[in-house]
Each structure stands twice: as structure tokens, then as C-alpha cells.
């Protein structure tokens, strides 16, 4: 129940393309769902995060659509730039909480090449 | 602002010596700190977390053990390093309490031969 199921394992778009990358989880008391960017070599990055009072966020070219009713949340990647090459991790937590329940759960990661 | 450093960035160690890695983090106090290892193309496994001085927990049985000797100071160590602990290895913050934003440094690379 405290899975985050992430798909698809590696992802390959062209230039100026949508990339979507897809998220599951079970946990209904999950409340924070972020997204890492990161780049080899280097630490993810804090991307993008929603909440669950809302169903969409957007920043720049980077969206997430979160359906509570399914458990699903996803990004939304438009204009896709070869820049935007990486691997993308998607993450769950429960944001009221300190200690352990506070910690975030991650999914196992997409790895997106944009073609050019 | 916050800034987390990790360090060393690379290290090349051989099979039985000792490990210390070290991450510290500037611009918060009391923050929850975390120790995550990455295999290659892997995802990220949690290793360690701390919400506070001396506190530590394990999420996983292993060669390796965490220690929080300052707020803001948390370190990574072996005593015997086996092949099977080469990876990348990542410390992240977030703020304590309800806030769950967390934050990951530059990460250290680790060859045990």
C-alpha cells in the first residue's frame, strides 16, 4: 500500500513533442506529489509538486494531472527539448505527518531521451 | 537559501576498507535528513533518516550506518566495505514538520574494487 508504481520505464519522444509520464499509488491518505528531474551524475532535482485540492498544476512547459478518484497523477512534458533528456521520478508522501509517514515514496523512474 | 554539501564527490575505495561520507546542509536548523543510494539506472533506495540529533533509523539491513553528530551534519559509514556498496549515494533535507518539500545534494560517486 505504500507503493508508488511509475510508468513507463524509459520513454522516447521527438523533438517538440509531448512526453507523459504516469504515476499509481494505493495509499488514499497521500497528500504531496512530487516530481524529480536529474540529470547523470547529479542529485534529482525538485521539478514540480502538487496537492490534492487541485487537479492540475502547470509551470512552464511542465504539467501534473492528478486524479484523485483514480489514484493517478501525471507529467506532462510539452515542447519536449532534447534539454529536457533525464530521468524523471515521481514521489508520494503524506504531508501532515513528521517521522516516518512524513517521508516520501518514490517510484522507480522514466528515462526520457528527446530525439532531435 | 539552503544549500546541501556532500562530499567527497568521487571515491574509489578497495574491497574491506573503512567508508566516510559526509553531507551537511546550511540555511535551516533541525532539519530531517536522509541517506539514499542509487545502483546505476536504478531507482532510489532510502538508507537512513534522521529527524533530529543522534536519531537515527534504518530502512534497510546492511554493511553501512548513519550518525548525526550535529543538527545540520549527517554521515554515511562502514566499517568493512563490500563490493556490492559501489553506487551513488545521495543526502537529502526537507524542513521538519508538516512541510514535505525535500531537497538532494550533488551526491557522492562510490567504487569499491
Known amino acids: 500500500q505504500q507503493q508508488v508504481k511509475q510508468s513507463p520505464q524509459s520513454l522516447i519522444v521527438q523533438k517538440g513533442g509531448i512526453s507523459i509520464i504516469n504515476c499509481a499509488y494505493e495509499n488514499t491518505a497521500f497528500d504531496y506529489f512530487p516530481w524529480y528531474q536529474q540529470f547523470p551524475g547529479k542529485g534529482p532535482a525538485l521539478l514540480i509538486a502538487i496537492r490534492p485540492d487541485v487537479s492540475e498544476k502547470k509551470e512552464g512547459r511542465f504539467t501534473i494531472s492528478f486524479n484523485k478518484s483514480a489514484k493517478q497523477f501525471s507529467l506532462h512534458i510539452m515542447d519536449s527539448q532534447p534539454g529536457d533528456s533525464a530521468t524523471y521520478f515521481c514521489a508520494a508522501s503524506i504531508e501532515n505527518y513528521g517521522g516516518s509517514q512524513g517521508n516520501l515514496i518514490f517510484g522507480k523512474g522514466t528515462k526520457l531521451s528527446v530525439k532531435p | 537559501s539552503q544549500t546541501i554539501h556532500q562530499w567527497p564527490a568521487t571515491l574509489v575505495q578497495p574491497v574491506g576498507s573503512p567508508l566516510s561520507l559526509e553531507c551537511t546542509v546550511e540555511?535551516?536548523?533541525?532539519?530531517?535528513l536522509y541517506w539514499y543510494r542509487q545502483a546505476a539506472g536504478r531507482g532510489l533506495q532510502l538508507l537512513f533518516y534522521?529527524?533530529?540529533?543522534?536519531?537515527i533509523s534504518s530502512e534497510v539491513p546492511q554493511n553501512l550506518s548513519a550518525s548525526r553528530p550535529q543538527d545540520r551534519q549527517f554521515i554515511l559509514s562502514s566499517k568493512k566495505l563490500l563490493l556490492s556498496d559501489s553506487g551513488f549515494y545521495l543526502c537529502?533535507?526537507?524542513?521538519?514538520?508538516?512541510?514535505?518539500?525535500?531537497?538532494f545534494g550533488p551526491g557522492t560517486r562510490l567504487t569499491v574494487l
Open positions: 534522521s529527524v533530529g540529533i543522534g536519531q
Open positions: 537529502a533535507w526537507r524542513a521538519g514538520g508538516p512541510v514535505n518539500e525535500q531537497f
Open positions: 540555511g535551516t536548523s533541525n532539519p530531517n
